[in-house]
């Protein structure tokens, strides 16, 4: 069965660090690319970043733009995001999120397997 | 930046009754690299349409998607009582993705 695993939210300081983890299974984690997704309390799906099969390719909102930092271990088939400078605004369900592609944004049909998100609180 | 911009805001419909949703980009979606997906309370989204008219995996027909450039719709034929949830709609024809706002279905 394709799964993926979200790990890591929690609370933490404004200006604080969080790093969250995205395990994967039940697909070649190599082969795909991946995005990270979130949803702030009550509001809609806002796409944060993404990153290609191989881990080349890297690519951000510009709401996190030089904070976040996405990367991925094909080893551990994990997906991971850094986050730095966290804001208020930052507080959200993060979703991990499979693509159809190893490519971001070419030959894919959509983002077709999600994880349940782990909750990230910003605040003092 | 593409902007996508869904309509309504909230669509109140009854069971069995035919539901249409809007999306409209600000500039054209390359290859209608265009995706719905269905959100409920408390659960991660799930992929409807992709490439703008073809059903993913396991979604019944009364689902269907049309469009292309910049006016894409999502029609549920004849509602069921599961349908009722948030609907986004999300292009990934350039590396910046994004969201639609969302469109409520909410039973009348």
């Known amino acids: 069965e394709v799964q993926l695993l979200e790990s890591g939210g929690g609370l933490v300081q404004p200006g604080g660090s969080l790093r969250l983890s995205c395990a994967a299974s039940?697909?070649?984690?190599?082969?795909?690319?991946m995005s990270w997704v979130r949803q702030a309390p009550g509001k809609g799906l806002e796409w944060v970043s993404g990153i290609s099969g191989s881990g080349a390719n890297t690519y951000y909102a510009d709401s996190v733009r030089g904070r976040f930092t996405v990367s991925r271990d094909n080893s551990k088939g994990t997906l991971y995001l850094q986050m730095n400078s966290l804001r208020a605004e930052d507080t959200a369900v993060y979703y991990c999120a499979k693509d159809t592609s190893a490519v971001v944004a070419s030959w894919s049909d959509g983002l077709d397997v999600w994880g349940q998100g782990t909750t990230v609180t910003v605040s003092s | 930046e593409i902007v996508l911009t869904q309509s309504p805001g909230t669509l109140s419909l009854s069971p069995g009754e035919r539901a249409t949703l809007s999306c409209r980009a600000s500039q054209s979606v390359s290859s209608n690299y265009l995706a719905w997906y269905q959100q409920k309370p408390g659960q991660a989204p799930r992929l409807l349409i992709y490439g703008a008219s073809s059903r993913a995996t396991g979604i019944p027909d009364r689902f269907s998607g049309s469009g292309s450039g910049t006016d894409f719709t999502l029609t549920i034929s004849r509602l069921e009582p599961e349908d009722f949830a948030v609907y986004y709609c999300h292009q990934y024809g350039i590396s910046l993705y994004t969201f639609g706002q969302g469109t409520k279905l909410e039973i009348k």
């Open positions: 039940g697909f070649t984690f190599s082969s795909f690319a």
